[in-house]
């Protein structure tokens, strides 16, 4: 059994777990304080021995194990279906994601990075036997390994944004550098088919994407290029701590920068790899277009190992959950007695 989403299961975790602490410690203090107001002190020692610690105790692990259940079912609790060897139709794909300063532009909502996010995760969900390598870029690179383990790859720059790399500026040859670095790395056995989906807005400064795709082209690496950003030019915010908008960047002469798709570059860059320039329009930016580029590939043929073969637990698990929640809040705290001396 496993959690499909761990993260959830603990956020709701730290914030339910508290709060029943809380609402017990309230509840008790608010018995004790109304049983003096009504009672004195024999009634209060006869009423003190009624009570069913045992039941008591019964009420609160039937309520903490409802609540554990209905957490867990909201998490997407799994189950283990096989573990087997099978063949897997799969190619090699490093995904090169352009951070830089100009990815903060909002033609495409909420930003150009933010959105490009979002629909790579919607894209990474898809795939299915295909190793998989990220490489985040300005002035720099960040990379991470090829991998299976679609999860733990998303990730890597869930949290990442254009202002926590290193060095700021653009420069699409390293990203391409090291994304087939990446790939040349992980050449073993029978070849598979290796691509690199770059998505930026065209914009470099600091170095040669031209000269980097012609090296990579001698490789037999197809480069996918995803244009992101409007033709006209767009503002590049300032962003407060919190995510407000505090100005926009501005040159050495004070005035206001704007950032425009390159389209040209990120076409011949494509070109000389025999792969394709596809172009996002920022206003119904959908990974849809990507993802019949690179499902037209011929996929290579390689053994993969599925140790992680899992389905979700059907969610009638949540009529116990709410059964268990009922009987612990409906179950007396007393002891039954008889009535009389006898």
């Given amino acids: ?3 499909a989403d761990t993260q959830l299961f603990w956020m709701l975790t730290a914030a339910v ?5 809380i609402g017990i410690a309230l509840h008790e203090g608010w018995r004790r304080r109304a049983l003096r107001k009504i009672a004195g002190h024999q009634q209060l020692r006869h009423l003190a021995d009624s009570v ?3 039941r008591r105790l019964a009420k609160t692990v039937l309520v903490v194990l409802a609540i554990g259940l209905l957490i867990a079912t909201t998490a997407r609790l799994q189950k283990r279906r096989r573990t087997q060897v099978v063949k897997a139709l799969g190619i090699d794909i490093v995904v090169a994601l352009d951070f830089s300063k100009s990815m903060l532009a909002r033609d495409a909502y909420p ?3 933010e959105r490009a996010k979002l629909e790579l995760g919607r894209l990474i969900d898809g795939l299915k036997g295909d ?5 985040a870029y300005a002035g720099e690179t960040l990379s991470y390994p090829l991998t299976t383990d679609y999860t733990a790859a998303k990730i ?3 949290d990442l944004g254009p202002n926590d790399m290193p060095i700021g500026g653009t420069a699409i040859g390293k990203a391409l550098t090291a994304a087939s670095r990446l790939l040349t790395g992980a050449r073993k056995g029978k070849p598979r088919s290796q691509v690199i989906l770059l998505l930026t807005d065209g914009e470099d400064n600091q170095s040669d994407p031209i000269a980097a795709a012609k090296k990579i082209a001698k490789l037999g690496i197809r480069i996918y290029t995803v244009g992101i950003g409007s033709h006209s030019g767009e503002v590049i ?20 920068v704007t950032t425009r798709l390159d389209a040209k570059t990120l076409k011949t860059v494509a070109e000389l790899t025999k792969g394709q320039y596809i172009e996002i329009d920022p206003k119904r930016f959908g990974v849809e277009p990507v993802i019949a580029a690179i499902g037209k590939l011929q996929k290579s043929e390689s053994k993969a190992r599925l140790v992680r073969d899992f389905e979700d637990a059907p969610r009638w698990l949540l009529f116990p959950a709410f059964l268990l929640l009922l009987v612990g809040v409906c179950l007396p705290d ?3 007695q008889k009535e009389g001396n006898g």
Wanted: overall charge positive; cysteine-free; glycine content about 12%.
């Fill in 334 to 336: 007393r002891r039954w």
């Fill in 237 to 256: 915010p300032q962003l407060n701590e919190d995510g407000t908008i505090a100005g926009y960047q501005k040159d050495d002469k004070g005035s206001i």
């Fill in 156 to 158: 890597f720059w869930r």
């Fill in 17 to 21: 777990v508290p709060l029943l602490i």
């Fill in 111 to 113: 930003s150009r990075i």
């Fill in 1 to 3: 059994m496993r959690l």
């Fill in 52 to 54: 069913s610690h045992g």
């Fill in 131 to 135: 190793r998989l390598g990220l490489v």
